[in-house]
């Protein structure tokens, strides 16, 4: 790793969301159709974000715990003693329920944001529909 160990990609991540947005707001581009005078700049939803943030913190928690979970692992085996290499076992099966939690929460992420995601298109649709009967 060429980051400094004590920075975890949450923290990256979350110093260049605070750099790229403004404070409690992100802001993006979006067209109804392909004109460019139709541009306008809608408030993207907070919510999404803190859903993001909280799972990339839960996951990044579960990877630090096998990070000292691996680094213990690897003491044991190279002390070579019986007793030590016995408790890897547990160790290991800890670092596989780790990765269970880990495929967990981004499942969980991936069917909440592609609901968050189907359910934003079907208002843009609604709401295009609605400027369209207005015309």
């Not at 980051?3 to 979350?14: C, D, G, H, R």
């Not at 005078?37 to 909280?54: A, G, I, P, R």
């Not at 990339?56 to 690897?74: H, P, T």
Request: glycine share 0%.
């Amino acid at each position: 790793m060429t980051a400094p160990e004590s920075e975890s990609l949450v923290e990256s991540i979350m110093d260049h969301y605070t750099t790229i947005t403004k404070p409690q707001t992100l802001y993006t581009k979006n067209r109804l159709n392909d004109s460019d005078d139709d541009e306008e700049e809608e408030e993207c939803d907070v919510e999404v974000w803190e859903m993001l943030s909280k799972s990339f913190i839960q996951v990044q928690s579960v990877l630090d715990q096998n990070r000292v979970l691996i680094n213990q692992v690897n003491e044991n085996h190279q002390s070579k003693i019986a007793d030590n290499l016995a408790k890897n076992v547990a160790l290991i099966r800890e670092i596989n329920t780790n990765i269970s939690k880990v495929l967990s929460i981004y499942s969980d992420l991936s069917l909440n944001f592609s609901t968050i995601v189907h359910q934003r298109r079907a208002a843009m649709i609604n709401c295009k529909r609605s400027v369209d009967d207005k015309a």
